[in-house]
């Protein structure tokens, strides 16, 4: 295990994709075993000394960012254990990068689902953020795909979890028992989750659910995941991909709510229309990306993205039902993009990926933070609240994009300040934004979590009663608070 103290060798540790500024620590561990890690938090958790788990920092909430203490860097739990193809599981440690796992599944003829826009970021940040993405729209986060997790405690006791190993008692209780044989009582937060598509704003805790999946999502404040079995799909036998443009944002909203009515209907368990991901440009996006893509089409009021599974014999009938319906909700086919192949499908993803890149590469050169929107709302209010992005955003008179996933009713409203006064103006259109979301039944956080930066919109979301109860949670866990400290919750609700 590598231990390093000096202020040049923890400068790449102090910061993540949130470009959150001020982090500070004092000393780096790199451990290569989960004795390791366990070693590192019992002697962190005697003294008191606050732990800051560090994966690929990809995140852009500021969870990575430590404010004193220890750091502990995943880099090296970076093995690959097994994939079995006949069970079409995987047996992973946390800092496998998710970019070579899902190479390593393909190779083997098969699918790994979840699809977080940054490919570089590693497995267990991926189940502590309960990363989604784009093919959520179809698979769900990654939530669905954690069949075991090990995790070390504060304290640096090993808790070993399956799927199913136990139940919730009354009252949302439950009680874990670890290696050691010693038993932690928990019980979970009483509030009910929004309904929406996709959440990851506090603990996840409804009723019926596996104690397990409270960890899932829990953004390293509750115990240091070490290991981790997957489950895998089949691999689809071959990809229908498009990139829809639309002259008139009335025809692209209809598109979008057909799609998404098609794939979550119950009185067509096997539609012909079966998308495994729908993104959304808005009219600016479009032009913003042009500059990348000067093949797309001018003077579009907006463009979708969707992908469809297919195979030999359903490929003829797919294409001739999705002409049908681009027809019929005026979708300009002739200067939109299809393909079947992976290298145009490549490319379409590429398309996708760069216009986030270019947002951050535009806040880079006017030496700004950005600041986007990840809220999500319930599917009959989506229509409302994209309306009032525009409008908020439109009488502002700073530059905007949005874009991100309307098939789960979560967009990303990227502002573009190109000064200080813009910037702050911008903070306060994205505090006005979270509280027309919560008011509307939706979340604060949809897939980027809360970290360090929305601490304070949690509360908005959840009021004092159940961020309590969360930290109740926390305190079963991690008694003297020590794990991720800073994320989710404020000091004052941790004592």
Same mark, same amino acid.
């Given at each position: 295990m590598q231990t390093k103290s000096a202020a040049e060798e923890l400068q790449n540790y102090l910061t993540d994709a949130s470009n959150m500024q001020g982090g500070y620590a004092a000393k780096l561990f790199i451990p290569e075993s989960a004795d390791e890690i366990s070693a590192i938090l019992k002697d962190a958790n005697e003294s008191g000394i606050p732990v800051t788990i560090s994966g690929a920092r990809t995140g852009t909430v500021g969870g990575a960012v430590p404010f004193g203490g220890y750091v502990i860097s995943m880099e090296r739990l970076n093995g690959i254990k097994s994939i079995d193809r006949e069970k079409s599981i995987a047996v992973v440690e946390p800092g496998v990068i998710l970019r070579d796992?899902?190479?390593?599944?393909? /190779?083997?003829?098969?699918?790994?689902?979840?699809?977080?826009?940054?490919? *570089?970021?590693?497995?267990?940040?991926?189940?502590?953020?309960?990363?989604?993405?784009?093919? $959520?729209?179809?698979?769900?986060?990654?939530?669905?795909?954690?069949?075991?997790?090990?995790?070390? =405690?504060?304290?640096?006791?090993?808790l070993d979890l399956t799927r199913g190993q136990y139940r919730l008692g009354a009252g949302?209780?439950?009680?874990?028992?670890?290696?050691?044989?010693?038993?932690?009582?928990?019980? =979970?937060?009483?509030?009910?989750?929004?309904?929406?598509?996709?959440? @990851?704003?506090?603990?996840?805790?409804?009723?019926?659910?596996?104690?397990?999946? @409270? !960890? +899932?999502?829990?953004? &390293?404040?509750? &115990?240091? +995941?070490?290991?981790?079995?997957? *489950?895998?799909?089949?691999?689809?036998?071959?990809?229908?991909?498009?990139? @829809?443009?639309?002259?008139?944002?009335?025809?692209? =909203?209809?598109?979008?709510?057909?799609?998404? /009515?098609?794939?979550?209907?119950?009185?067509?368990?096997?539609? @012909?229309?079966?998308? *495994?991901?729908?993104?959304?440009?808005?009219?600016?996006?479009?032009?913003?990306?042009?500059?990348? !893509?000067?093949?797309t089409p001018s003077g579009m009021a907006g463009a979708i993205f969707f992908e469809q599974e297919t195979t030999a014999l359903s490929e003829e009938a797919i294409f001739e039902a999705w002409n049908e319906l681009l027809e019929k909700h005026e979708g300009d086919i002739d200067r939109s993009w299809f393909t079947t192949s992976d290298q145009d499908r490549a490319k379409m993803r590429e398309f996708r990926h760069a216009l986030p890149v270019s947002v951050n590469e535009f806040i880079a050169r006017h030496n700004q933070r950005k600041v986007g929107t990840d809220m999500s709302v319930p599917d009959d209010k989506f229509a409302g609240f994209l309306r009032f992005y525009k409008e908020i955003l439109g009488t502002s008179g700073i530059d905007y994009v949005i874009f991100g996933h309307i098939g789960d009713c979560h967009l990303h409203a990227n502002l573009l300040p190109k000064d200080d006064a813009e910037a702050e103006k911008a903070r306060h259109i994205y505090g006005r934004c979270v509280a027309q979301a919560v008011m509307l039944g939706g979340?604060? $956080? /949809?897939?980027?979590?809360?970290?360090?930066?929305?601490?304070?919109?949690?509360?908005?979301?959840?009021?004092?009663?159940?961020?309590? #109860?969360?930290? #109740?949670?926390?305190? $079963?866990?991690?008694?003297?608070? +020590? =794990?991720?400290?800073?994320?989710? !919750?404020?000091?004052?609700?941790? &004592?």
């Amino acid at each position: 295990m590598q231990t390093k103290s000096a202020a040049e060798e923890l400068q790449n540790y102090l910061t993540d994709a949130s470009n959150m500024q001020g982090g500070y620590a004092a000393k780096l561990f790199i451990p290569e075993s989960a004795d390791e890690i366990s070693a590192i938090l019992k002697d962190a958790n005697e003294s008191g000394i606050p732990v800051t788990i560090s994966g690929a920092r990809t995140g852009t909430v500021g969870g990575a960012v430590p404010f004193g203490g220890y750091v502990i860097s995943m880099e090296r739990l970076n093995g690959i254990k097994s994939i079995d193809r006949e069970k079409s599981i995987a047996v992973v440690e946390p800092g496998v990068i998710l970019r070579d796992f899902q190479q390593a599944v393909d /190779a083997e003829g098969l699918f790994y689902p979840p699809d977080p826009t940054e490919w *570089s970021c590693q497995i267990g940040g991926t189940i502590a953020t309960n990363a989604s993405g784009a093919r $959520s729209f179809m698979y769900g986060p990654t939530r669905y795909y954690v069949n075991r997790l090990r995790l070390v =405690l504060a304290d640096g006791i090993v808790l070993d979890l399956t799927r199913g190993q136990y139940r919730l008692g009354a009252g949302r209780k439950v009680s874990f028992v670890t290696e050691g044989g010693r038993e932690i009582d928990i019980r =979970l937060p009483s509030y009910e989750m929004p309904n929406v598509r996709k959440n @990851v704003s506090g603990y996840y805790a409804q009723d019926h659910m596996d104690p397990m999946d @409270v !960890f +899932i999502g829990s953004e &390293g404040t509750l &115990g240091v +995941i070490t290991e981790a079995e997957l *489950s895998l799909m089949p691999k689809p036998e071959s990809t229908f991909s498009g990139i @829809v443009f639309f002259a008139k944002e009335s025809d692209l =909203l209809a598109f979008a709510n057909y799609l998404r /009515a098609a794939r979550h209907s119950e009185s067509q368990p096997a539609p @012909v229309i079966n998308a *495994s991901l729908l993104e959304y440009f808005d009219d600016r996006a479009l032009k913003f990306i042009s500059e990348k !893509f000067p093949e797309t089409p001018s003077g579009m009021a907006g463009a979708i993205f969707f992908e469809q599974e297919t195979t030999a014999l359903s490929e003829e009938a797919i294409f001739e039902a999705w002409n049908e319906l681009l027809e019929k909700h005026e979708g300009d086919i002739d200067r939109s993009w299809f393909t079947t192949s992976d290298q145009d499908r490549a490319k379409m993803r590429e398309f996708r990926h760069a216009l986030p890149v270019s947002v951050n590469e535009f806040i880079a050169r006017h030496n700004q933070r950005k600041v986007g929107t990840d809220m999500s709302v319930p599917d009959d209010k989506f229509a409302g609240f994209l309306r009032f992005y525009k409008e908020i955003l439109g009488t502002s008179g700073i530059d905007y994009v949005i874009f991100g996933h309307i098939g789960d009713c979560h967009l990303h409203a990227n502002l573009l300040p190109k000064d200080d006064a813009e910037a702050e103006k911008a903070r306060h259109i994205y505090g006005r934004c979270v509280a027309q979301a919560v008011m509307l039944g939706g979340t604060v $956080s /949809a897939e980027h979590g809360i970290g360090k930066l929305k601490s304070k919109y949690l509360q908005v979301m959840m009021g004092e009663r159940y961020l309590n #109860e969360m930290a #109740e949670v926390k305190r $079963s866990l991690d008694p003297k608070g +020590i =794990l991720g400290r800073g994320n989710m !919750f404020q000091a004052k609700l941790l &004592g």
